[in-house]
């Protein structure tokens, strides 16, 4: 009886065993298509990343539009190793461009892309956002007056402002030309300076060729004309370049006519006590 009982919780105990995992099987693995969902290696690594930072080349661009700035992500893991593979997202506001190069950081844990400012050639700040695993990093650069592509800012600290006449008559066809010239702060011209011109009372201004910017010489200009309204009045012009604001004004006024010849004395029959002569 007593070896009926020891045969029967050996058993007992064999069993156990299976149902664990021991007995030489292989505790913990899962077969594949188990039901848990399956980890690709660019979300393995992306999930490895804890901390980024972002670089840029430069801090400011040229807004002649050919200008471009090189964008860098660095993504690292818990013991600051750089994480290769994983996704990278990057955005930048104001009407800016951004053109990655890949998907994903390279074997160097880095990612990189071009930033330009698109066809927008106003001033202003561009906010340059990258996510990698949910961690946000932001950097900023700087649309600047800058000669032609180029990494130092030459910004317009000064300029002057110039018109070829005093008044404009109210016919419609008549025009002042308006010139604009920049300088830095050490009285240099600057070429590609963004300068905007508003006119008022119904006047219109025209850009010389379309185009916002100071050539070569740092000249910039512009036709002002009274537009439809023939009223005699004021017109004035505000300059801005680089947010320094200058004014001016020009008067609408009547053509000059030309100046009528002098007139020429009408012969007249002379008045006065009439004398008849007297004969015998």
């Keep these: 009886m007593t070896r009926y009982l020891k045969l029967w919780t050996a058993f007992l105990f064999t069993v156990m065993l299976s149902a664990c995992g021991g007995g030489g099987g292989s505790a ?40 471009k700035v090189n964008v860098t992500v660095v993504a690292v893991n818990a013991n600051r190793n750089a994480v290769a593979g994983a996704t990278v997202v990057v955005s930048a506001d104001n009407n800016s461009v951004f053109t990655p190069i890949s ?18 050639r106003s001033l202003r700040n561009i906010i340059v956002t990258a996510t990698v695993n949910g961690i946000t990093k932001q950097t900023t650069v700087k649309v600047a007056d800058i000669a032609g592509p180029g990494s130092t800012p030459v910004s317009v600290a000064d300029f002057a402002l110039l018109t070829d006449k005093p008044s404009i008559n109210n016919t419609g066809t008549d025009t002042a030309v308006l010139t604009v010239i920049a300088v830095d702060s050490n009285r240099n011209v600057v070429a590609g300076a963004a300068v905007s ?80 002569p007297v004969t015998d």
């Design 28 to 67: 913990g693995t899962t077969a594949a298509g188990g039901g848990g969902t399956p980890v690709t290696p660019g979300s393995a690594a992306t999930a490895q990343v804890v901390d980024i930072d972002v670089y840029t080349d430069k801090s400011s661009i040229s807004n002649v539009g050919t200008d």
């Design 103 to 120: 998907t994903a950081t390279e074997a160097a844990g880095t990612y990189s892309g071009t930033l330009t400012i698109g066809s927008d």
């Design 197 to 276: 011109v508003a006119a008022g009372q119904n006047a219109i201004f025209t850009p010389t060729g379309g185009a916002n910017l100071t050539n070569a010489s740092g000249i910039f200009t512009g036709t002002l004309s009274a537009g439809s309204d023939r009223t005699l009045r004021t017109i004035p012009i505000i300059v801005t370049a680089n947010g320094i604001d200058k004014q001016t004004s020009r008067a609408v006024s009547l053509p000059v006519g030309p100046t009528p010849p002098p007139s020429t004395p009408t012969p007249t029959t002379p008045t006065g006590p009439v004398i008849v």
